[in-house]
């Protein structure tokens, strides 16, 4: 535990240092965040904020780990994987409004489609590879082995939460605190189980979000995109498949959960009123905002949620 904060030190110091020189850069090439006309009036400030911070966690999670990590375990390449196909994914998807007339990314069933084959290859190695496949059951020590059926429950889970991050980063700072959280979460988890690396890699996560969420802090200078959004969402899932508590991932990640099922009520709920909103406005942050809530407020009381989920998830997965 003690080298895995280490590197996780060191990561968010290098990260840190190099998030400046990344302003500057995304600045002069003109990444500016867009902004739907349909979102809360607050939102339109955020109009040309620089965005593909995705780029400053992943790429610091890699050279961190590429330095301090990968000699240590070959496991490691699968988190990897997830992490590298999926954020080259959201950096397509937040760079083609800048070069297409129409200002419009990547369909959604065509990103949907692209997620679910990266999701189905990370699934089937974690399988092959790593020859895993089973899950806990929480307050059981015994192995619930799936065999080939872990293959599409795991990219299943790789799907869902990398849309689920994405959905939840919407406020300053709100993804970015709720990810970190859970990612020390399961890093404990596998500190218990006695995975070196994987702990390590968990730590460096969270290093290189938190320089990230320096910059992202609020009034953020820098947002993460899809870039870091899918790419997070799918590492997370990838480190909860490897624990073997995939079933507590609901619970440690329950603001994205949240996020998640409010769009899904919402989009239910519409259809079958025909076009009356069970929220004000979904994902659920923005139907807080339009209570009258103030962006710092939700996030924070978000976080907090967050925090006291991974403790129980954690605690969970200790009986």
Same mark, same amino acid.
């Given at each position: 535990?003690?080298?895995?904060?280490?590197?996780?030190?060191?990561?968010?110091?290098?990260a840190?240092?190099?998030?400046?020189?990344?302003?500057?850069?995304l600045?002069?090439?003109?990444?500016?965040?867009?902004?739907?006309?349909?979102?809360?009036?607050?939102?339109?400030v955020?109009?040309?904020?620089?965005?593909?911070?995705?780029?400053?966690?992943?790429?610091?999670?890699?050279a961190?780990?590429?330095?301090f990590n990968?000699?240590n375990?070959r496991?490691?390449?699968v988190?990897?994987?997830?992490?590298?196909a999926t954020?080259?994914?959201?950096?397509i998807?937040?760079l083609l409004?800048?070069?297409r007339?129409?200002?419009?990314?990547l369909?959604a069933?065509?990103k949907?489609?692209?997620l679910?084959?990266?999701?189905l290859?990370?699934?089937?190695?974690?399988?092959?590879?790593l020859g895993?496949?089973?899950?806990f059951?929480?307050?059981?020590?015994?192995?619930?082995h799936?065999?080939?059926f872990?293959?599409?429950?795991?990219?299943?889970?790789?799907?869902?939460?990398?849309n689920?991050?994405?959905?939840?980063?919407?406020?300053?700072?709100?993804?970015?605190v709720?990810?970190?959280v859970a990612f020390?979460?399961?890093g404990?988890i596998? *500190?218990?189980?006695?995975?070196?690396? /994987?702990v390590?890699?968990?730590?460096?996560? @969270? =290093?290189?979000? &938190? +320089?990230?969420?320096?910059?992202?802090?609020?009034?953020?200078q820098?947002l993460m995109g899809?870039?870091?959004s899918?790419?997070?969402?799918?590492?997370l899932a990838?480190?909860?498949?490897?624990t073997g508590h995939?079933l507590?991932l609901?619970l440690?990640g329950c603001?994205?959960?949240?996020?998640t099922?409010?769009?899904?009520?919402?989009?239910?709920?519409?259809?079958?009123?025909g076009?009356r909103?069970l929220?004000?406005?979904?994902p659920?942050?923005?139907h807080?905002?339009m209570?009258?809530?103030?962006?710092? *407020?939700?996030?924070q009381?978000?976080? /907090?949620?967050?925090?006291?989920?991974a403790? @129980? =998830?954690?605690a &969970? +997965?200790l009986?």
């Open positions: 535990m003690s080298y895995a904060l280490f590197v996780g030190g060191v990561t968010f110091a290098c840190l240092i190099a998030g400046y020189p990344l302003l500057i850069l600045g002069q090439l003109g990444v500016g965040k867009q902004i739907r006309a349909e979102l809360p009036d607050t939102h339109q955020k109009v040309g904020t620089l965005t593909m911070g995705g780029i400053l966690i992943w790429g610091s999670a890699f961190a780990t590429a330095i990968i000699v375990s496991s490691i390449v988190p990897l994987l997830a992490t590298a954020g080259l994914l959201g950096a998807d937040d409004p800048l070069v007339e129409s200002g419009e990314g369909s069933r065509l949907f489609a692209v679910l084959v990266i999701a290859v990370v699934a089937t190695a974690t399988y092959l590879a895993l496949d089973y899950l059951i929480p307050t059981s020590l015994e192995r619930w799936l065999g080939i872990y293959v599409p429950l795991a990219a299943f889970a790789i799907v869902a939460t990398a689920a991050v994405n959905l939840t980063d919407g406020l300053d700072s709100l993804a970015g709720c990810a970190a020390v979460a399961y404990i596998a *500190h218990l189980q006695g995975q070196a690396p /994987l390590t890699f968990c730590f460096t996560v @969270v =290093g290189a979000l &938190l +320089a990230f969420l320096w910059f992202n802090a609020h009034p953020a820098l899809d870039t870091g899918l790419a997070i969402g799918a590492a990838t480190v909860a498949l490897m995939l507590l609901p440690i603001v994205f959960v949240a996020e099922i409010s769009v899904m009520m919402q989009v239910g709920y519409f259809k079958l009123t076009g909103r929220f004000r406005m979904s659920l942050h923005h807080f905002e209570l009258g809530w103030s962006e710092t *407020h939700i996030a009381r978000f976080w /907090l949620v967050s925090m006291f989920a403790m @129980v =998830g954690v &969970l +997965a009986v």
